[in-house]
Every structure is written in C-alpha cells, then in structure tokens.
C-alpha cells in the first residue's frame, strides 16, 4: 500500500499517514514557467496499492488537474490499482441540467478521472448521493456524521438538542444524525414571496429554548447558514450552531460567520483551513483522518468498509 499526495491539503495527508503509520510515497508535484502541471513519482510503483489524496478545492481547476496527471503517472507506473481519495469533490453541485443549454459538470469530472486512471473513488458527504452513479468505478461515499456525533454528544451533553436542516434537500443528512443522536428534528423552508423580495424563513419544528444545531454537508458564502441562525434565535433558540462537512467559505463568507449569530461552525479538514479560518473566533476544524485512512486500510486488505457508512436512514 502508498499514499502519494497532491498539493491540495497535504496537512490531511500527512495527517492520515501518521494514522496509518505509513510514509508519503516520495513524489515532485510541481509546475513548469507557464504552470503546466508535472508530478514525478520517485519510489517504484509496480503492482503496488495505491491511494492519492486530492481535494478539488481552491483553486479547483488546478487541483483536479494536478490528480488527474497523477493518476495518469500511476498508471503508466503499472501500478496495481490505483485509488483517487478526494475528500471534497469539486464541481458536485452541478449535478443537473439547472437550465437550458447548461452542464453537468460533476458527470464530465467523473468521467475525466475514470479515463486518468483511477480504478476507484473514496470520498466523503458527496453533495448529492446520485452522483455514485456517475462513476463506472467502485465508489465508496463515506459521510462525516459519525464523527460530528461523537463532538456533539461532548459538548452538548445534557442539553435538550434539536438538529436543523437549513433547507428541504438536507432532510435525510440532518435525519441521520438526530436518530444517533436521539434528538428532535427542525427544517427550515425558506421561500421568496415574490421577486425583489428577500427570502423568509418558515420554521417547522419546535426550537424555542432549545439547543439548535444546524447540519449541512457545503458553506460557501454562508448566507443561507447565517439567515437560518437568524432566523432561530428570533424564534427563541437558546444557542446556534453549525456542523458542515465541507467549509469552502469563498469571498466574505468568515466575515458574515464572525458576525452572525452562530456561537459556533465546525468544519471538517476536506478542505484546508485559510488563514481567515485559523484566526476566526467561532470557526473550529475536526480532523476526518481517522476516519479515511481506516477507510483506506480496509479497502487495501479487501475488508468490508460498509460498517463506517453512516448511511441516511
């Protein structure tokens, strides 16, 4: 078994390779004067079980070329399989024509890494479920519930809990995790009553002093997250707070969650904390290290992984 990494998040690398106990494969991932990418691979690669780290975050493009001239590399290594481990897989909301005339471009990414060479995916709280389907591979789609539970059950023990979905579509993740946690269930339906107007938030559920836990899998601007705390304190929440797999809070979003009602946000490490994110007072990072390399350990010796599946019931 190697571990080979990109330049994406080497931190989480680094950091499932100390779980693992296994070294990062020595490899040059680098670019040339017009930043073409060029990755060399110096350890022999024959028959061997390969796994590359690679999250397709900022700056996306960059980083899904860099793991597709690795998988390539491997390949061409006569490596014996060749695993593409992306923990946040770029282009995931675009997993449907939205429009006329329009891609779908989380299908193309699927496609382009089967053709480099991978012969199979692991990630983890994949934007929307179907996109498994998008990947002639096997694709193990691993989710981060199992390690907010066990953060929440720390922290909030005691307290009467009621998980939130900041939205329709996020029923069945928010669901998953208030049956573990055995806690109550909010959704909030936000609508716009008419163009010009902006959206207002209905609240089904009970939360008035109650300990509110909003759950999602993406922050990105933090909008939304930060109209629905809004929206819960006004309605007599005790406490807000956040649990998001994925933090890729572009532009001013840190600024709107620093200012914002949300006691606190925890995101896991998919994507590599920003300098705005470390100094952020309310922002906190849970490792999924643990939670990929035993992942990656059990796929390696041909171990069942489905006993790490936390899978929306």
Known sequence: MKILTGNSNRPLAEAISAYLNLPLTKASVRRFSDMEVFVEVHENMRGEDVFVIQSTCYPANDNVMELLVTLDALKRASARRVTAVIPYYGYARQDRKSGPRT?????????????????RVLTIDLHAGQIQGFFDIPTDNLYAAPVFTQDIEERYNGESLVIVSPDVGGVVRARAIAKRLDADLAIIDKRRERAGVSEVMHIIGEVKDRSCILVDDIVDSAGTLCNAARALKEKGAQSVAAYVTHGVLSGGAVARVSSSPLEELVITDS???????????????????PLLGEAMARISDERSVSSLFDPPS
């Open 103 to 119: 891609p779908i471009s989380a299908k193309l990414l699927a496609n382009i890494i089967t053709s480099a060479g991978a012969d």
């Open 271 to 289: 994507i590599p904390a920003t300098e705005a994110v470390r100094v952020a007072q309310n922002i906190r990072q849970l490792s999924i290290a």
